[in-house]
């Protein structure tokens, strides 16, 4: 089918899904980059696909300011929320394999390989990296997603993960027509997909459009393991078109 959802990128992970009906879909709200929560006026649903402060900085501020209708999470993703004043009746836990459908739009959760640990306090938002601060150490399990939209065109939000044969199975289901790949880690750190790995992973999916994201532009190297990426991605998956975004842009699908 026509994809018409719109695609924005704020920066790192965070990305805004604007379905064909205008409802507004928020994935990972990180918000540290040149948008902050403050600049978030509408969300119906959010999805935080795990814990980590580089995914989920800013959620429950954005959560507690835009009220979604709700909120898709694993289990110690929740328990910061509770404890950080979020209503029970606000979450859908997300565990790899289950299905929910609100206004017509399908939330898939899929396996992410992934590891994932933050530490949470009471009356603190913001989750913090392990050694950061005090407070208690909560184990998140990374998930994936499918977001399929109700003509039944799909975007698959990675949650982190490896190269796997679970990105096969995900095609032979799913086969989303976009999907959101990473290919580097910070600059000192290792990285859950290489850049020639993140293409083979879209090889593997099968996606008509690919877009990476986890980086950010104004760092030289990691906008060169991007630029790698996408050749490999021209070479291993010749039909496929490679959407670079910036921070703030919007992509339509079809272009």
Known sequence: ?????????????????????????????????????????????????????????????????????????????KIHGLRNGLPNNKFRIMVPGFSYEFDNILFKCVQSVHAAIFISRDND???????????????????GVIIRDDDGSSVYVPGDTAIGSHLKTIRELYKPDVSLLHCVGVPGWSAEMTPKEAALALQWLGSQVVIPMHYDPSNVFMNQEVNKFIEYCYSLCPSAKVVKLKPGETFEYPA
Request: hydrophobic share 40%; charged share 25%.
């Open 125 to 143: 938002p913001q989750p913090g990296a392990i050694g950061e601060k005090v407070g208690e150490a909560i184990t998140s399990f990374p998930f």
């Open 1 to 77: 089918g026509v994809f018409r959802m719109k695609i924005k990128w704020h920066g790192w992970a965070d990305f805004e899904f604007t379905t064909r009906k205008g409802i507004k879909i928020l994935v990972d709200a990180y918000y540290n980059g040149p948008n902050k929560p403050k600049d978030v006026e509408k969300v119906d649903y959010m999805v935080i696909t795990h814990g980590s402060f580089d995914h989920a900085l800013n959620w429950v501020n954005i959560a507690k300011k835009t009220t979604p209708k709700l909120i898709f999470c694993d289990h110690g993703t």
